[in-house]
């Protein structure tokens, strides 16, 4: 079975300071992809960053950043210089090969000013 | 150019109404998809489409019906409403065979069965 586990229902970080977002998943696959979607207040599903799993070089936007440790299926996304604007329900998503993607439960981050 | 749109946004129901909610895209995507996401439990996939005439059931699908008869289209049916099935549902569409591409999702359906 695909899993993807998010194992911080809730975080929080200082405005301008940097936070990590812990997620791990199960997987037989080889190849696949990974994403970090952001759901705001809106209720609007945004993609924030995706990573290819043949690439060892983890992928970079912006301010956002992951962590891709594939022999111990960990994906984790950091935010640096954390503004107001990030504040929101972030789903880690699995995609394997076919069409189904696999999320994860959320993690809410909330920025303290 | 559209996107996903999905109708309606609200939604009340007695249990034991049917409804259909609408799920429509103008992105010539093979993939579309209906997920239902409920606190602490993330998103769940209830019934996707690989192509018009393709569906197939996911992780959650009692009590849901669908169907593909065009690319542009994929409706959730709820057959006989049930207090379990209070929810934000959304709809997702992506291209197929190419897994590196994102989801793109509709605004979502909050809807309530009393």
């Known amino acids: 079975a695909q899993t993807v586990t998010q194992s911080q229902p809730e975080m929080s970080v200082q405005e301008a300071e940097t936070v990590t977002l812990s997620c791990t998943y199960d997987?037989?696959?080889?190849?696949?992809?990974l994403f970090w979607y952001k759901q705001p207040p809106s209720r609007q599903m945004i993609l924030v960053i995706r990573q290819e799993a043949y690439k060892q070089q983890n992928a970079t936007e912006n301010r956002f950043s992951v962590n891709f440790q594939k022999a111990a299926k960990s994906f984790s996304l950091k935010i640096s210089d954390s503004q107001l604007g990030d504040a929101a329900m972030y789903f880690c998503?699995?995609?394997?090969?076919?069409?189904?993607?696999?999320f994860g439960t959320g993690t809410s981050l909330t920025v303290i000013p | 150019n559209a996107g996903v749109t999905q109708t309606p946004k609200f939604q009340v129901l007695k249990t034991g109404q049917s409804m259909t909610l609408q799920c429509a895209q103008d992105?010539?995507?093979?993939?579309m998809s209906w997920y239902r996401q409920d606190p602490g439990m993330g998103l769940r996939l209830i019934h996707y489409?690989?192509?018009?005439?393709?569906?197939d059931q996911g992780e959650v699908p009692n009590g849901y019906n669908v169907s593909r008869s065009t690319t542009e289209d994929f409706p959730l049916r709820l057959l006989s409403a049930a207090p379990s099935q209070t929810s934000v549902y959304f709809c997702a569409s992506s291209w197929g065979g190419d897994y590196n591409e994102k989801l793109f999702f509709g605004s979502g359906t909050q809807l309530s069965v009393l």
């Open positions: 992105m010539n995507h093979e993939y």
């Open positions: 997987t037989s696959e080889s190849d696949y992809y």
């Open positions: 998503a699995y995609r394997p090969t076919g069409n189904q993607f696999y």
């Open positions: 489409s690989v192509g018009a005439g393709i569906t």
